[in-house]
């Protein structure tokens, strides 16, 4: 994962609620067995309607519970592929933002009216080091996870850091671990 | 100190603060072929594939296909064909197309009795929260976190607060598990759990089958749950003894032990009268834009429930019974079990679909399916007209043939109307089993307490 610090530049808006995976990218795309190339299907079906409008800038600033429904990895997959860099929001749902802090697409929880200005705005600068999104002329703090934070900004690969701890895990399974089930010795 | 049930599932399985080990992971064709690839590139092997299942689904044909080479959609087939490569070559057991064993995954887990209480299981899925229902810590990840748990059978988490849903009386006639969480949904929001693991307790959940149970947990993660978990009981113990992957004996001072300890604190608590509720219907493109099947479509409160109601094609004030259907679909995750089958083919004994409908029912394994045909249940909804498919996630999400046609209206026992969710422009009212046979047979929908 590439390190995240500084994301800057034009604001895409779109004014909607509960926004679901499935709008996002719809399961049609999901057959593909990469990661890449998913930002050409973003919102695919309301791509179409008219009056879309949803340019490719680094910002996406969007309604509450973004994210919500399916915890296809292909919903954060599709938008950093069209070209979102953070994602600004007063909510997200559980595992969208997970999904999308493991990807370094940063997701930033401000609230409600915040965002809306943010939206009029059409111009921000996050800052995750110093958790401080900038816009009009404003500088309004954010929250994140500092362990999340630190991964961003060091781009970390977790697996990496959890193997780091090896010797935990097979502590864990050699003095802890629950007898079964065991899936192999099944017929 | 007084423990809740997660708190102490939790606490077995912390390996270091924030890093969980996790007892079970279920694998399926979707969400995992770029966490393999991840592992491939990396030289990382599979660090506990006797801990790992999976199973083929989401892109299964329902038509009775026995091998991946059968699937005629191209992606598909080579979706469901890397499953099968990727698990050979990991040495993780998969149960593909064409196995006794095969369906979908949070199906067979329980069936298979892989599924234990007191466990901490994921699964590259959102409904993983269906688990919980055996008092296991249960919920879906990403592609990522899939790659994660393969290569070190743990998960970075941070400790979720905690939530208890406490449900006062009991359910009333021909209310089901289904209406009590699509109730609760409507009652707590969409976001309404974000960020907690709901325990559901209370006698109206103690009452429930285990398969109610599961579509209750199954359902969590609409409401914005990140896991659903009942604690188990006698219940769950009777069901478990005797499958293939149970203990035998069961542990039972272990999984008696495994209940929130009077005086535990949640993070937040709700109750719900219980006794209150009626059959629900969703009338939206939420499952929390729903309603009592006695009342009518609401008046539009935001602009979300205007596009709601714009592309379900309805006008506030329609009384729910006289929505026409265009299709029934029972199956899915949420209600594809025996138990519901058992509850919807009783419904249609002996009558007949209404002309206008196309009705099917997708068992939810291929054990569900035997199952149902010793009984005599294919035989009941074959004669009343019912298409009788073999085992997938079929028309919940339409990533294989089955798929509802722009602007048909379909009643289903599954667990999300989003827009295009059963097909682009198709429109979902989500409802129980027995609500959505007895909809089949009359075109529209009825309140099940007053029908014959």
Not at chain 2, 287 to 303: H, I, L, N, S
């Amino acid at each position: 994962m590439e390190p995240v610090r500084i994301v800057e530049g034009q604001v895409s808006v779109l004014d909607r609620s509960d926004v679901d995976t499935d709008q996002i990218i719809p399961k049609q795309f999901l057959k593909r067995v990469e990661r890449t190339g998913f930002g050409e299907f973003l919102f695919y079906d309301w791509a179409k309607e008219p009056g879309w409008d949803l340019p490719a800038n680094p910002i996406l600033a969007t309604g509450r519970n973004f994210g919500s429904g399916s915890s296809r990895e292909h919903a954060p997959w599709a938008l950093e592929d069209y070209g979102f860099r953070a994602i600004v929001a007063p909510s997200f749902a559980d595992i969208f933002y997970s999904n999308c802090t493991k990807i370094g697409l940063l997701p930033v929880v401000l609230p409600e009216t915040d965002v809306k200005e943010l939206m009029a705005a059409g111009h921000a600068r996050i800052d995750l080091e110093e958790q401080e999104v900038a816009f009009a002329g404003r500088q309004v703090p954010f929250e994140i996870d500092p362990e999340i934070a630190r991964r961003l900004l060091e781009g970390l690969d977790d697996i990496g850091v959890t193997l780091q701890q090896a010797g935990a895990i097979d502590a864990y399974e050699a003095e802890r671990e629950r007898a079964g089930p065991v899936t192999t010795s099944l017929a | 100190m007084p423990q809740t049930l997660f708190d102490k599932i939790w606490e077995a399985h912390e390996v270091a603060e924030s890093l969980l080990y996790i007892d079970l992971h279920l694998v399926h064709e979707v969400t995992s072929p770029q966490a393999f690839e991840s592992l491939r590139l990396a030289g990382r092997p599979v660090r506990r594939p006797d801990r790992t299942l999976a199973t083929a689904d989401h892109n299964v044909p329902t038509d009775g296909s026995t091998a991946a080479a059968q699937i005629r959609d191209r992606l598909s087939r080579v979706q469901v064909e890397t499953l099968e490569g990727n698990c050979r070559e990991f040495g993780v057991p998969a149960y593909s197309i064409g196995s006794a064993h095969q369906g979908i995954v949070h199906v067979i887990g329980p069936e298979l009795g892989v599924t234990q209480p007191g466990m901490t299981i994921v699964c590259g899925d959102s409904h993983t929260s269906t688990h919980g229902a055996f008092g296991a810590l249960a919920f879906g990840i990403g592609t990522s976190e899939v790659e994660h748990v393969l290569a070190t059978q743990t998960l970075q988490q941070r400790k979720p607060k905690s939530m208890r849903i406490r449900y006062e009386g009991e359910l009333g006639y021909g209310v089901t598990a289904k209406d009590l969480i699509l109730g609760t949904i409507g009652r707590i929001g969409v976001a309404g759990g974000v960020g907690h693991v709901i325990e559901y307790a209370g006698p109206a959940v103690e009452g429930l089958s285990m398969e109610g149970r599961m579509t209750v947990c199954n359902m969590t993660i609409e409401g914005g749950g990140r896991a659903g978990m009942i604690a188990p009981d006698e219940t769950t113990f009777e069901w478990v003894a005797g499958r293939e992957a149970a203990p035998d004996p069961l542990p039972l001072d272990e999984w008696r032990a495994l209940r929130t300890d009077e005086g535990a604190a949640f993070d937040s608590e709700v109750v719900i009268d219980a006794g209150e509720l009626s059959p629900q219907v969703t009338w939206g493109t939420t499952p929390g834009m729903v309603t009592d099947v006695t009342a009518a479509v609401p008046e539009p409160r935001d602009q979300g429930e205007q596009r709601a109601l714009a592309y379900m094609a309805l006008v506030a004030g329609t009384p729910i019974q006289e929505i026409r259907l265009d299709r029934v679909f029972i199956g899915s995750c949420t209600n594809s079990r025996i138990g519901d089958l058992r509850e919807a083919a009783e419904v249609v004994r002996g009558r007949r679909v209404a002309s206008s409908v196309d009705a099917m029912v997708v068992p939810g394994s291929q054990q569900v399916k035997a199952q149902a045909e010793a009984e005599g249940l294919d035989e009941v909804f074959r004669a009343a007209g019912f298409d009788w498919r073999s085992a997938g996630c079929s028309m919940c999400l339409g990533m294989n043939p089955d798929i509802a046609a722009p602007g048909e209206r379909v009643a289903s026992t599954s667990n999300r109307n989003f827009e295009g969710r059963q097909g682009r422009g198709a429109r979902s009212h989500l409802v129980s089993p027995k609500m959505a046979a007895a909809a089949a047979i009359e075109g529209h929908f009825v309140d099940i307490r007053g029908w014959e």
